[in-house]
């Protein structure tokens, strides 16, 4: 003998408005307030939408989840960008005014190659030793005239 519970209102499908795809130029000129509403807002569709495909929903409504689960990630991503810009103009700011962190976050650097980043800097590859300056200049590269 099966029970089965009342949905609570949260998986209730209320007529929502069809959201279009998200667009991540459209949610860079948003507030930090209005993106993490708007997640809230997916987050709740999608829920609503998984709900449907238990209870054999429509197949529109079926292919409409991926479509919601790429918009939340766009909604993630530009909400961690922000994130990232502000905190790396922060630390930017305080790198001039000589308070706060001296370094960067390790997930904020650049992150290339491992071999890259345990290279010499341009300054310290150009280095030369006293031998090496006293022979360059006692040898100086020869100059030749060519003839045309």
Known sequence: ELHFLPLSDKYKSAPRAIMAKVRAHELRGKS???????????KGELSALRVAKVTGGAPNKLSKIKVVRKSIARVL????QNQ????KSKIE???????????????MRAK????????????????????????????PERKFALKA
């Open 112 to 139: 290339k190659t491992r071999a890259i980043r345990r290279r010499l800097t341009k300054e310290q590859a150009n280095k030369k030793t006293e031998r090496q300056k006293k022979k360059q200049a006692a040898f």
């Open 93 to 107: 700011e305080d790198a001039k005014n000589k308070s706060g962190k001296a370094y960067f976050p390790l997930d």
């Open 77 to 80: 991503t530009v909400y961690r």
């Open 32 to 42: 930090k307030q209005e993106l993490l509403n708007q997640l809230k807002e997916l």
């Open 84 to 87: 990232r810009t502000a905190l």
